[in-house]
């Protein structure tokens, strides 16, 4: 199974604890605002996410998704 990390730029209010949080080091602070006028989190180093979901965890704005990818839907049938 393949997964997918999203972060909702637009809910996180930048707090900085999902980037401290990664045992990581993949999230950084954007210097781009979002929508609400917060510096968010974003994956500078994608490549090294293990998919822990502790950022997801401890987000308390619930901005960080981690979603299974399906593959091959097709061979199952
Ligand atoms: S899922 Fe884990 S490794 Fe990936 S960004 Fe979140 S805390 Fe870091
Ligand atoms: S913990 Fe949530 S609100 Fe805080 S910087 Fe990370 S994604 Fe944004």
């Given at each position: ?26 999230l950084e602070i954007s210097d781009e ?5 917060y510096f968010p989190a974003f994956q ?34």
């Amino acid at each position: 199974m393949t997964y997918k990390h999203f972060i909702d730029r637009d809910r996180c209010k930048g707090c900085g604890i999902c980037v401290d949080a990664c045992p990581k080091k993949v999230l950084e602070i954007s210097d781009e605002l979002n929508t609400k006028g917060y510096f968010p989190a974003f994956q500078a180093r994608p490549e090294d996410c293990i998919f822990c979901a502790i950022c997801c965890t401890m987000c308390p704005d619930v901005a960080i998704a981690i979603s299974e990818i399906e593959e091959e839907k097709a061979a199952q049938k």
